[in-house]
């Protein structure tokens, strides 16, 4: 039974989907409008999901070429990586820390003022495991490693969407939906940077372009066509020989380079229909939620949800975020400290929306220079969480996005100090 409901709260079409469904159902929706509703957020979650995997694959061989193109080693940080390892050991810790974690988020909407309902079901699932290992390594166990273990997840639920929501509002324009995923840290660093630099700079959005550049307007062509140039790059610098051998089956390195380009706009584009499918249903029906059981409450949702708010700083994010991935593996090279290579998935997710997060308050140079700082953050936090994890640290990878170092770092050294 433990298992079927891990199974169901992290997967986030199906956690979503019962919350659009509660929803409904407390509103006295008639039939036809419950099944159309639950049905239609399931889909755009899993047309977000789609999306992501399109995204994930074109983007596996991009950190591949760029590995062996320039010749670099070291660790690279990966949620889903790092959690597979763990669970070996505390699985059961993990899904009994999520399951009351999510119970005391939920307590902690109806009789605090933080009121969100954290509804990234594989992030809470990811945070809880790294909360359980650090607990597990500074001693505790039993039901006071549970115990304390869904207070902080709980909290930290409520918590960052709380944050995130003043740039929130100016990036969506109401106060209907929250922001939730674990990187928040470096999205509110970014918007932060922004306010600092940005001032009088114009949006990511508004782009003066002579009329035989106006194709460019479309984030779809200008997306494809960016890629496309770094894609050629790392893959002439890995060779045709191991492109061809390795990666494309055998097809023209170039060619194979400007699909997977195309391939990552795609995957975008995708991401974007499902977004818009997802809050088109999923605002609605929380409203029962909040109207009936959790007062005032907003759902927190995962980070594509601001993507289609600035389509071109969800670009610009994403490479400012590895280019300061970049600078501070030069960094730490220098420093002979850990090297933490800079991981294409999470740039893009977590560096595309430090993008959004920055333009919404400094523009342009809010979103390059924002996401940069943030690029920057989500290098040096892994060495620093690293230690922290006990005999896990010493695996070839770790968590990647910010606020599972800070989380990390602060309750490692909370419980190292009790």
């Known amino acids: ?29 008639n039939a036809s409008d419950t099944i159309k509703g639950t049905i239609k957020t ?35 940080p990966n949620n889903e990586a790092i959690v597979g390892m763990a669970l070996k050991e505390y699985g059961t810790a993990t ?12 307590l902690i909407a109806k009789f605090t003022p933080l009121k969100y309902i954290f509804l990234t079901g594989h992030h809470t699932f990811y945070m809880a495991c790294m909360i359980a290992v650090i607990l597990a390594v500074g001693g505790l166990s039993g039901t006071t490693l549970i115990g304390v273990g869904a207070l902080v997840l709980g ?23 929250a922001f939730g995923h674990f990187g928040t840290v470096g999205y509110v660093l970014s918007a932060w940077v922004g306010s600092l630099v940005g001032k009088n700079s114009k949006s990511t959005e508004e782009m003066a372009l002579p009329k035989n550049l106006s194709f460019l307007r479309d984030s779809s ?11 050629i ?23 194979f380079a400007i699909v997977q380009a195309i391939t990552f706009a795609a995957g975008v584009y995708v991401i974007l229909q499902g977004v818009r499918l997802l809050l088109a249903e999923i605002v609605p029906a929380f409203t029962g939620i909040s109207q009936k059981l959790v007062p005032n409450a907003k759902p927190a949702l995962d980070c594509p949800i601001v993507f289609p708010y600035a389509p ?9 975020s590895f280019a300061g991935g970049i600078i501070g593996l030069l960094i730490l090279g220098q420093l002979r400290m850990t090297l933490i290579l800079p991981g294409v998935v999470p740039h893009f997710f977590c560096g595309a929306t430090a993008g959004v997060f920055g333009n919404a308050t400094g523009g342009r140079k809010g979103a390059t220079i924002g996401a940069f700082i943030h690029g920057l953050l989500i290098t040096f936090l892994p060495v620093a969480l690293l230690p922290i994890l006990g005999s896990l640290g010493f695996a070839n990878t770790t968590f990647s996005d910010a606020d599972f170092g800070v989380v990390g770092i602060i309750l490692g050294y909370i419980v190292g100090y009790f």
């Open 95 to 106: 899904a009994l820390i999520m399951a009351f974690g999510m119970l005391a988020n939920i």
């Open 312 to 320: 071109n700083a969800v670009l610009i994010g994403f490479l400012s």
């Open 1 to 29: 039974m433990l298992n079927v409901i891990l199974d169901i709260l992290k997967v986030p079409a199906i956690l979503v989907g019962l919350i659009s469904l509660i929803g409904l159902l407390l509103q006295k929706k």
């Open 221 to 231: 062509i200008s997306i494809s066509l960016t890629m496309s140039i770094l894609y």
């Open 155 to 177: 909290f930290i639920m409520a918590f960052f969407p709380a944050i995130a929501q003043p740039t929130m509002r100016k990036i969506v324009g109401s106060d209907d939906v």
């Open 42 to 76: 399931i889909l755009g979650f899993i047309i977000i999901g789609g999306g992501a995997g399109i995204l994930v694959g074109a983007l596996v061989p991009f950190g591949e070429l760029f590995e062996v193109g320039f010749n670099v080693q070291g660790i690279v």
């Open 233 to 255: 790059i790392v893959a002439v610098a890995a060779g045709p020989e191991y492109v061809e051998k390795n990666l494309s089956g055998g097809q023209n390195y170039i060619v």
